[in-house]
């Protein structure tokens, strides 16, 4: 079926352990296929960048879902944006959902951008970002950019703050200890 829309799956492995493993599944036409892949970072560290997109050199319309899980919680953000110098190469992003959240998307008069931040992610859970649209007479392209960043547990957290009440105690002694002649 060539122009329509073909659903396929890349799985992409990106830690060794099968318990924790981060992949993405991206849904994909015939002759373009949408990139997801981590920029910095490692599934297990505190920070973690991915670049997203696609690229389309004939009018289609789209639907490109990318799935994902990381091994930790933590909050996403990140932007999308078009961009476009003539009618005949404008790719028009409809919809843009992120866990099943709507986005609106802004257009101005040579591209779209939109940036979001604070959404949660948690623990092994299927994490998406869907983008729909459509292409004109030559196509177009779409790039995104996603961050996460971890959320220490309430373990951590109060770890933490019992590290912080323990050199204050200790430096709050110290200063009631001295004595000057």
Do not use: C
Request: net charge negative; proline share 4%; charged share 10%.
């Amino acid at each position: 079926m060539i122009g329509g829309l073909v659903a396929g799956v890349a799985v992409i492995a990106l830690a060794p352990a099968a318990d924790a493993t981060v992949f993405v599944n991206n849904t994909y036409h015939i002759g373009d296929m949408p990139h997801f892949y981590l920029t910095s970072g490692t599934p297990f560290s505190e920070s973690i960048t991915a670049n997203f997109g696609d690229g389309f050199s004939s009018p289609v319309q789209f639907d490109d879902k990318f799935e994902f899980t990381i091994p930790q919680n933590g909050l996403g953000s990140g932007s999308i944006s078009t961009s476009f110098s003539s009618k005949n190469n404008k790719l028009i992003i409809t919809d843009l959902l992120i866990n099943g959240v709507h986005f609106v998307v802004p257009s101005n008069g040579s591209g779209q951008f939109l940036a979001v931040n604070d959404i949660p992610i948690l623990n092994g859970v299927l994490n998406t970002i869907e983008v729909i649209g459509t292409t004109s007479k030559l196509g177009g392209t779409y790039s995104g950019t996603a961050t996460f960043a971890a959320v220490p547990e309430a373990a951590s957290w109060m770890m933490m703050l019992a590290g912080f009440g323990l050199v204050g105690a200790a430096m709050r002694k110290r200063r009631t200890s001295l004595t000057f002649a």
